[in-house]
């Protein structure tokens, strides 16, 4: 083995040459002070060694353990401990019979996986209150952090080829560089766990969902292997700084990505998003050994904003493609995820261009929030704003019922109505009308319909379908508890031609009285393994 120092923008990165030269030592992912996953899973270790070699795993510290040694094939040996409570530290030995490599202040936690482009990579040091946040670092001794360095490759890698941070007991100079929705988070979930974190932080900015996806995941949806030689190809960075990362135990992933979809396989992403959070679960899940559960909590932040005044529909179709075209989740397409509405977060000043705003912390806050719910099983934790149950129609007016109290205030155009003589579903490029909110009591929301010409009527209803639609925490409709905002959504009156697992609505036209049509019922509904929500019930 040889390593090479080099600064490249103020990282440090370690470089290792993974030729099979008989060295027993750890996979580039383990190292003094990380954590591995805790209990009930079991942390799966691996590293190199001598052809034939007999290898013994040692576990010392609040427990002692010794592994059944395990022969080394092709150069690589692999040890799934028993499981281990939260907790630590432990030293953690590799070990034949005439030499050793071990691991020291190992902690015992849950292991997140921190991914997607710029706003992800987005660095501790540029978000609001950055000194603040910096000199907070100490306080949080057991949230770990460790960066996998930027590197593509057109095969599938065994191990990474870089390290940009090696694990850490965080201090302010380190954490200057790491992602600050991954390290809020870590923090966040620390305030709740009250047991060490572990946080790995493999994102690049500037790149789509499918540099990202395995190339199985992509022919889900029809997207070929592409000729580019550059991070935006197909697989090039779920081959050298995702497979690496498969043996090793999570908990789940947080994921912060989209931008670069808006215009690129734009229409393709309310596939190609679920099929990679599909192809994931089920690669970590055999790639360690069954531990990392087969169907692992993935949460992800809604888009933000980009262009003030903007009328592109760009960043809206990728937020609801985010969804799988349902608006909100878990649901039936996306079960055990969760997710951050961020529309309402836009930073018009910030240094870094708008499409990268500042306020990070209630990002990582309100995916913490579903973590907690969907992950850790929290029924106290509201972590969804409000979404319509049910809508009403008369001649000149719409009566939105909401699934929970809501906090609103007057707009003029937030909510958009399609009007129209055909029995057609409405989409972003149909004519949009705004519609003034008038009135509105704990979970009903009165809109006037009048603007519809008198030959058409109202086929669907859209919400914050804009690129910036409203300034910072400033959108009308929030939920009265929670303070979480209700998050954009088009509802048609009419069903679509094509099935839910596509993405479809799954929106219900039926007639009530005479002058009421009850145009959908789009409820949420909790099932008892808290697992996922139901449409159309």
Known sequence: MF??????????????????????????????????????ESALLWGY????????????GPIKHASSPVTVTKGIWRVILNPVEAGGPYSVTAALQNSSATLTDVLFGDVWLCGGQSNMYFKTSQIFNASEELALAGKYPHVRTFMASLNMSDTELTDLTGVALPWSVTKASGLAQFSAVCWLFGCYMYENLKYPVGLVESCWGGTPVEAWSSLRA??????????????????????????????????????????????????????????MIDDWRKAFHLGSGGQTAV???????????????????????????????????????????????AVDLPDETSPYGTIHPRDKQDVAYRLTLGAMAVAYNDKDVVFLGPFPRQILSTRNRLIVTYDQAVSVKLSEDIFELCCSQSRAPCGPQSHWIPAPIRHWVPTTVLIFANV????????????????????????PVYSAKSGLPA???IINRYRAKRSFATGHNCVKARLGKKTVHKIVCNFRVWSQKNTHFGACV
């Not at 060694?49 to 010392?60: F, I, K, M, N, W």
């Not at 003030?308 to 529909?313: I, L, P, Q, R, W």
């Open 3 to 40: 390593i090479m120092l080099f600064l490249c923008p103020l990282l440090l990165i370690v470089r290792y040459s993974f030729q099979q030269c008989g060295e027993l030592r750890f996979a580039s992912y383990y190292g003094d002070h990380m954590v591995l996953q805790k209990s009930p």
């Open 49 to 60: 060694g001598p052809e034939g070699a007999q290898v013994t795993v040692y576990l010392s």
């Open 218 to 275: 992509l022919q889900q949806c029809g997207l070929e292997h592409n000729n580019q030689s550059s991070k935006n190809a197909n697989s090039v960075l779920w081959n050298a700084m995702i497979h690496p990362l498969l043996n090793m135990t999570l908990k789940g992933v947080i994921w912060y990505q989209g931008e670069r979809n808006a215009d690129y396989h734009q229409d393709k992403y309310n596939c190609s998003f679920p099929a």
């Open 295 to 341: 169907d692992f909590p993935f949460g992800f932040v809604q888009l933000s904003t980009n262009i003030k005044g903007s009328t592109d529909d760009s960043f809206p179709n990728i937020r609801w493609h985010q969804t799988a075209d349902t608006g909100f989740v878990p649901n039936l397409r996306l079960q055990r995820t969760f997710m951050a509405v």
């Open 452 to 475: 519809c010409p008198p030959s058409t009527a109202v086929a669907a209803l859209r919400y914050a379908w804009k690129d910036w639609p409203c300034d910072f925490k400033a959108c």
């Open 487 to 489: 998050p954009p959504f």
